[in-house]
């Protein structure tokens, strides 16, 4: 009996521990607006949104073992949806999400049948292609898309009567979408479906020899992920009130990559990764225009120093801290046992 309640409570200790970190987390990202201008909030809004993107790769990379470097189609998907509707229809906030969600949804179904049996370097470069036709129509099909001008004039977003586009509130409005994609995408790697994803990510024909349909758990994660990059799409366009073909080049991908092996496999890993890489491209860029070449050498000196990045070394650091603590708790629970052991002895004696 005392052994079933002792794995309870380290199990629940185990769970408590896990939510301390996120919840902190969002917990500063929730305060720090108060000591920030309105240009910082800004810039932080936009770290967030990249964040949504980089999480969203992750599923793929990190979980499915699919590099992909035509990820910003998705993301481009969503921006572009919100540009269409506001520069030739003036749509509102709800209609454009919709469609953006749902272009991406589409794009990922047809991108997903032509990669269906790619691997490896195949699979970067089919999906690189993909993403490339499609910034190569937004550069050129200028009566559409305004080419390399872009579409300006993007409306303030605004549901059922209320405008959420000023600074601050869509900072918080971001904020619970980058929440709620961190919960969700949570629970996915948790559920039997993450279980399999990584099971085809680590051992493709073991998957197929017990009767999984690898072809469609890839395919599936592809939506998924591509509808979870758009909505960082949608959110980007209404936070610049502007879109251009920037978003559906081959750099958004690459920076995307980066903030994945930054920040590690874990599900907060690139969103932690994607705010590093956001602050470094502001800060860099306000100084030289090569911080590609800076953001390529430190992809470099992640990939040998660091090659389960951010989250791995954390990792590492509570495998170093764990056995300390777990001695320190084996020793007062010596210590504590006598005791107990005691007092029982002499509540029997009184009842004796």
């Not at 201008?37 to 979980?63: C, D, R, Y």
């Not at 969700?184 to 024909?205: C, K, M």
């Not at 590690?264 to 932690?272: E, R, S």
Request: proline share 3%.
């Amino acid at each position: 009996m005392s052994n079933s309640v002792s794995s309870t409570l380290v199990s629940l200790r185990l769970r408590g521990a896990k939510l301390v970190a996120p919840v902190l987390g969002f917990g500063a990202l929730a305060m720090i607006p108060y000591a920030l201008t309105l240009n910082e909030i800004h810039l932080l809004s936009a770290m967030l949104i990249f964040g949504i993107f980089a999480m969203s790769l992750n599923l793929l990379v990190g979980f499915g073992g699919m590099a992909s470097l035509g990820h910003a189609l998705f993301f481009g998907a969503g921006a572009y949806a919100v540009g269409l509707l506001s520069f030739h229809r003036d749509s509102g906030f709800a209609l454009s999400l919709l469609v953006g969600l749902a272009a991406a949804a589409l794009l990922a179904l047809v991108v997903g049948f032509l990669v269906r049996r790619a691997r490896g370097t195949a699979y970067l470069m089919i999906t690189l292609a993909a993403s490339q036709v499609f910034w190569g129509l937004a550069t050129q099909w200028k009566a559409v898309t305004n080419g390399d001008d872009g579409l300006f004039g993007i409306s303030s977003p605004s549901i059922l009567g209320w405008d959420f586009g000023s600074t601050v509130t869509y900072y918080y409005v971001v904020l619970v979408v980058v929440a709620g994609v961190f919960v969700l995408l949570t629970a996915i790697s948790r559920s039997p479906f993450g279980y399999v994803l990584r099971g085809v990510r680590d051992n493709e024909q073991r998957m197929r020899a017990v009767g999984v349909d690898v072809d469609r758990i890839r395919h599936l994660a592809l939506v998924i992920s591509a509808v979870i990059a758009s909505l960082g799409g949608v959110l980007y366009a209404y936070q610049e009130r502007y879109v251009g073909p920037d978003v559906l080049a081959a750099t958004t991908s690459g920076d995307g990559l980066l903030a994945v092996a930054l920040g590690g496999g874990a599900v907060a890993g690139p969103l932690v990764g994607g705010l590093v890489v956001g602050l470094l491209e502001d800060v860099v860029g306000s100084y030289t225009d090569r911080y590609l070449m800076i953001l390529g050498i430190l992809f470099v000196l992640v990939a040998i120093f660091l090659p389960r990045g951010l989250a791995g070394l954390a990792q590492s650091l509570g495998d170093t801290v764990r056995p300390r603590r777990r001695a320190a708790e084996q020793a007062i629970e010596q210590r504590v046992e006598p005791a107990q052991a005691e007092v029982t002895e002499t509540e029997g004696a009184h009842h004796g």
